[in-house]
Nanobody, 127 residues
């Protein structure tokens, strides 16, 4: 079993920054591909970013490229999402997700690839 706990959400003005954290327990963190997803009211949960087990490969949805950075600290069993230049359209509940993977350089952008999810943290960007 893998348990994920997100933190770091909140209310911020447009143009501001937030850093989300995702603490992982119950399984060797270094065996997990990590992803971040978000769900705005009335919309489906969408992919935001993913990072491989090694941290050497990342992927982002087009709308956040150049503004968001995903990272991980395998010594702290924690994944991060640094969000800069936030826009009102970034407002959503953000979820971290984990997928056990035998491949050190792979990452996944599909919701169905992730078996473990956190409870979500609210990010609200005011205009």
């Amino acid at each position: 079993q893998v348990q994920l706990v997100e933190s770091g959400g909140g209310l911020v003005q447009a143009g501001g920054s937030l850093r989300l954290s995702c603490a992982v327990s119950g399984r060797t963190f270094s065996t997990c591909v990590m992803g971040w997803f978000r769900q705005a009211p009335g919309k489906e949960r969408e992919f935001v970013a993913a990072i491989s087990r090694s941290g050497g490969t990342t992927d982002y949805t087009d709308s956040v490229k150049g503004r968001f950075t995903i990272s991980r600290d395998n010594a702290k069993n924690t994944a991060y999402l640094q969000m800069n230049s936030l826009k009102p359209e970034d407002t959503a509940v953000y979820y971290c997700a984990a997928s056990l993977s035998p491949y050190s350089s792979h990452y996944y952008a599909s919701r169905s690839s992730y078996a473990y999810w956190g409870q979500g943290t609210q990010v609200t960007v005011s205009s």
